[in-house]
């Protein structure tokens, strides 16, 4: 599956912004899907995760009540909401794919496969 990532920009500190993650390919229905972000100089973090058809999410603990992983299977697109943005959420946002089971969530990062190009978030303060 080939994934692409669009909707990153500049946004105050404060606001909201939301990323898209279209897939080619196959149907993502049959993929685990998540979000992961890169500051410069430090690792690529997951920031949240969907299972294949959206039934279980996961956050990691920086955005969690901030931001919403959805996805509508039948546009084979998964969604990152982000809300009260933070100039600390500044970073590069890839999204990230990997076939799995019913209701698997894929929270480490070496087990996705397939990566999008990365789309730049910036948050001014």
């Known amino acids: 599956v080939q994934l692409q990532a669009s909707g990153g920009g500049l946004v105050q500190a404060g606001g909201s912004l939301g990323l898209s993650c279209a897939a080619s390919?196959?149907?993502?229905?049959?993929?685990?899907t998540g979000w992961f972000r890169q500051a410069p100089g430090k690792e690529r973090d997951l920031v949240a995760a969907?299972?294949?058809?959206?039934?279980?999410?996961f956050y990691g603990a920086s955005v969690k009540g901030r931001f919403t992983i959805s996805r509508d299977n039948a546009k084979n697109t998964v969604y990152l909401q982000m809300n009260s943005l933070k100039p600390e959420d500044t970073a590069v946002y890839y999204c990230?794919?990997?076939?799995?089971?019913?209701?698997?969530?894929?929270?480490?990062?070496?087990?996705?496969?397939?990566w999008g190009q990365g789309t730049l978030v910036t948050v001014s303060s």
């Open positions: 969907i299972s294949r058809v959206g039934t279980r999410t």
């Open positions: 390919g196959p149907t993502l229905s049959n993929y685990a």
């Open positions: 990230a794919a990997n076939r799995a089971v019913t209701g698997q969530l894929i929270t480490t990062r070496h087990l996705y496969e397939n």
